[in-house]
């Protein structure tokens, strides 16, 4: 009797597992794929190498499906799986109703982030309504990348919010070569074509796949300009200077305390004589006190002159103090002619050498006029700072050879016991020896 109950309960209990496990799978929707087409070519399940499909680029996913009922609420989705950020490339259709045995074809448009490797993908398509019921296929795609691609990945301005007129703006540009070659000569250029203003350009090789910070590129910004935003242009010309991309970023000056174009005019003594014109020249610099790492590259001071009056004026720069630590370049020459109304910037380029003592490091840059005269004398300095990783290396080196001596003490002290039980155990086995031979036998 207990027996049957068992039976009939197992019974019961497999038929209740099996209404649920049916309730709570996603049945097939009962509709076909015909094709599937990428950029007007079919394509199978299985590997597809697209040739024209590659990243940075749209493409068009044209899906044919037919219903064998009638179906309300249908939806396509098309999906690249295996791609890691928050770009998904996928599209999805409106909703749209089904007759059966008609026909619908639909396309799609996805986009291929720049930023996606070159590799194997998984194309999915997906049919599917309201209620969950769904069909889905997998194709296989290769995706590829152009032969020259290069791409702005960041723009850094310092200062970033805002500067003064009179001061000087760095730039440093982030980029990326994308493309299947690599780039060389990459020329990256910061302007402000608003105030007819352009930085001492850098160039680059960037090989592919490969991303690279370029050189501080320096604006010296005019000491009466005129307060408000202006658009910083950054330009990259690579492929032998086929291609050229450009970006802009939001420079936003105020007005300097410097300038004197608001200051009232001094009073004429005869009204028939006007007042004279003060004529002026203004030096300024940019940061005084730099990090430079010893015996990797160096840092850059940018002195800017700036001639209000009307005579074109010529300066000699030089630098003195850092000869015995430092190497010292001005570019792009010593001497600069300014005309009226001009500004033009010299760069101090200062590197210290493998032996420079770790310390700030002070050094002048002497301005002379064409006659030889001292115009200005400008104190600067250079914090020199280890390069990154010597610290480390060293304290490694150190606690090398402190555990090296400790291991050879041990040795040492090993070895000399080793010696001393030698020669203990060889006088115990010469006076047993002695011992032996001096017995008398009767």
């Known amino acids: 009797m207990n ?33 599937v087409k990428v950029d007007g070519d079919v394509i199978e399940s299985g590997l597809n190498t697209i040739q ?7 493409f068009k996913v044209k899906v044919k499906v037919t219903a064998f009922e009638d179906l309300d609420n249908v939806e396509i ?9 928050n770009d998904r490339v996928s ?63 960041d723009i850094a301005v310092d200062p970033f919010s805002e500067v003064e007129a009179g001061r000087s703006l760095r730039a440093l540009v982030d980029i990326k070569n994308y493309g299947q070659m690599d780039e060389d000569d990459v020329k990256v250029s910061f302007a402000i074509p608003e105030l007819g203003l352009k930085a001492l350009p850098d160039y680059m090789d960037i090989e592919s796949d490969e991303t690279k910070v370029s050189e501080e ?58 007042a004279p014109v003060q004529e002026k020249t203004v030096i300024t610099v940019g940061a005084q006190v730099q990090d430079v790492t010893r015996g ?16 074109a004026k010529t300066f000699v720069v030089a630098v003195s103090g850092a000869e015995e630590w430092a190497t010292v370049k001005i570019s792009p020459l010593q001497t600069v002619t300014v005309g009226d109304g001009e500004s033009k910037t010299l760069y101090v380029y200062v590197s210290a050498n493998e032996a420079a003592e770790l310390a700030e490091q002070s050094f002048s840059v002497d301005i002379r006029d064409a006659s030889g005269n001292l ?9 020199v700072v280890e390069p990154e990783g010597a610290d480390e290396s060293g304290s490694s080196l150190k606690k090398a050879l402190e555990i090296g001596l400790i291991v050879l003490v041990i040795v040492l002290i090993i070895v000399a016991l080793i010696v001393v039980f030698t020669r203990k155990k060889e006088d115990e086995e010469e006076e047993a020896e002695d011992e032996i031979s001096g017995q008398t036998y009767y």
């Open 217 to 274: 590129l320096y604006l010296r910004i005019p000491v009466c300009t005129e307060a408000g935003q202006y658009n910083g242009e950054v330009k990259v010309i690579y492929d032998d200077g086929d291609e050229t991309i450009t970006e802009n970023v939001l420079i936003n000056v105020v007005d300097s305390v410097a300038c004197e174009a608001d200051l009232p005019a001094p009073e004429a003594e005869d009204d028939d004589e006007p």
């Open 91 to 153: 599209d999805v259709t409106d909703v749209f109703d089904m007759r059966a045995n008609v026909s619908y074809t639909k396309t799609l448009e996805l986009s291929l982030p720049t930023r996606i490797d070159v590799d194997q993908y998984r194309l999915r398509i997906y049919i599917r309504d309201r209620a969950g019921d769904e069909i889905s296929e997998d194709f296989y795609l290769f995706i590829d990348t152009v032969r020259h691609s290069v791409k702005i990945k």
């Open 77 to 85: 989705e098309a999906m690249v799986s295996g791609y890691d950020h």
């Open 3 to 35: 027996k049957g109950k068992m039976k009939t309960f197992g019974m019961i209990l497999v038929l209740l597992v099996g209404i649920l496990a049916l309730s709570g799978s996603v049945s097939a929707l009962n509709a076909g794929i015909d094709f």
């Open 52 to 58: 024209d499909l590659e990243r940075d680029a749209d």
């Open 375 to 383: 115009v200005k004398q400008i104190v600067m300095a250079a914090n």
């Open 296 to 311: 990797e590259g160096g840092a850059i001071y940018p002195v800017t002159f700036t001639n209000t009056g009307s005579d």
